[in-house]
């Protein structure tokens, strides 16, 4: 028994750190490398990320090849629900991303998809924390009520993912590279059929110059995120995943304002507070696992 809980205690430990490094990296990306890529076609971008990822991750799961496709077919409701939650985040987080500032985008997205996992874990004042961050957020940016709803949505599909991800990793008895090796199929296709149906297909022949960015892009924006992102689901749950994912827009405004100079106050203690108030008790008390 005792074996048991210092193995589990390890895990946690483990997937906290993982978490913590996905959220440093994925702000990092946010602040300094959100103009990579700017002259390649999102849809294009996309198509490329999604079978770039494929093909690493199959390679990594060679040996369970046969298993973990099997494990599609067998669950199939997980595996398309999982895909198209994947795919809806793409799609609302590009439009609030391009319709809104960067800062209202990011905030908001990290605190629904915080609020979903507050709700689902019961805890209603930590949910009502994260609504009236986003409002709050709304009001300072001033944007649209479209770019409002594309961010919650983008926020909720991306915890619906996770939510379903978990459930299919748990049920098929997949590892974290099991379940990104075959996430991203549904998303190839829909891209490559987004392009086909507008006439764009000559777009997938990308400049020799645009390569090294295309690579950047399939590497840092899908593969390592995606690594880290599914490693800390299995380790510490959905729940505590998705709350902590919080620190991200702290770390990122935080680092606009030291190193940019782009001083974003009023929103980062705006987000300080929600993210104190969604994750002091676990940096304090670890306790069980939260699905």
């Known amino acids: 028994m005792n074996t048991e809980i210092s193995h589990l205690d390890l895990s946690m430990a483990k997937g906290y750190a993982l978490n913590i490094v996905y959220a440093v990296l994925t702000a990092i990306a946010i602040v300094f490398l959100s103009h990579v890529g700017a002259g390649i076609p999102m849809t294009v971008a996309l198509f490329y990320m999604a079978v770039g990822s494929s093909i690493a991750f199959n390679v990594v799961e060679a040996a369970r090849f046969k298993t973990l496709h099997l494990a599609v077919v067998d669950h199939w409701r ?3 629900g999982m895909s198209v939650a994947f795919i809806l985040n ?7 991303a391009t319709h809104s500032t960067a800062e209202f985008y990011i905030s908001v997205f990290f605190l629904t998809s ?6 689902r874990a019961r805890d209603v004042w930590k949910a009502l924390v994260c609504v009236l961050a986003i409002y709050i957020a709304f009001v300072l940016t001033q944007a649209s009520i479209a770019a409002l709803i594309a ?12 939510v379903l991800s978990h459930g299919f990793a748990t049920r098929a008895q997949l590892s974290a590279n099991s379940v990104v090796a075959v996430r991203c199929y549904l998303l190839a296709v829909a891209a490559f059929v987004w392009l086909l149906a ?3 297909l000559a777009r997938l022949i990308v400049p020799v110059y645009q390569i090294p960015e295309l690579l950047f892009l399939v590497f840092f924006n899908m593969i390592i995120p995606s690594f880290l992102s599914q490693t800390c689901l299995h380790h510490v749950g959905v729940t505590r995943f998705t709350q902590i994912n919080s620190l991200i827009p702290v ?3 935080g ?3 030291i190193f940019l ?5 009023p929103i980062l203690l705006m987000c300080i507070l929600a993210t104190l108030a969604l994750n002091h008790q676990f940096f304090l008390r670890p306790r069980a696992r939260l699905g």
């Open 151 to 162: 961010a919650v949505l983008a926020g909720i599909s991306v915890y619906a993912y996770f």
């Open 114 to 119: 915080a609020c979903c996992a507050s709700l």
């Open 255 to 257: 680092l606009q304002t």
């Open 198 to 200: 507008n006439g764009e």
């Open 261 to 265: 100079g782009e001083w974003r106050m």
């Open 78 to 80: 997980h595996w398309l």
């Open 251 to 253: 770390i990122a405004f």
């Open 90 to 96: 793409w799609i609302f987080s590009y439009y609030s």
